[in-house]
Nanobody, 115 residues
Framework: VRIVESVGGLVQPGASLRLSCAAS????????IKWYRQAVGKERELVAL????????TYAESVKGRFTISREESNDIVSLQMNDLKPEDSAVYYC?????????WGQGTQVTVAS
């Protein structure tokens, strides 16, 4: 199983950024995919989840209405579109899949929102 996140970046407040999570080594459409984030000094938190068939999504209250998680089945990619970014969104973002009872994580990608 391999999970790789795209590169994040430094953006200004109010800007948008799209993260991608590429997965391989398991049947992509048979697993829910999650995005987590961890800010400095804070615990890792669930940001968004998309079900294996893409029919349902769940978001943290802090990002509802601003973030959108989606799947690109043909490419085994899950994207996280982040709009109206705020300084409090600054964190390392991780993609996650639970495969056979084991949690697999990407390497994480830094997102920094600052003026």
């Amino acid at each position: 199983v391999r999970i790789v996140e795209s590169v994040g970046g430094l953006v200004q407040p109010g800007a948008s950024l799209r993260l991608s999570c590429a997965a391989s080594g398991f049947t992509f459409t048979s697993h829910h995919i999650k995005w987590y984030r961890q800010a400095v000094g804070k615990e890792r938190e669930l940001v968004a989840l998309i079900t294996k068939d893409g029919s349902n999504t769940t978001y943290a209250e802090s990002v509802k209405g601003r973030f959108t998680i989606s799947r690109e089945e043909s490419n085994d990619i899950v994207s996280l579109q982040m709009n109206d970014l705020k300084p409090e969104d600054s964190a390392v973002y991780y993609c996650n899949a639970n495969v056979g009872g084991i949690n697999y994580w990407g390497q994480g990608t830094q997102v920094t929102v600052a003026s």
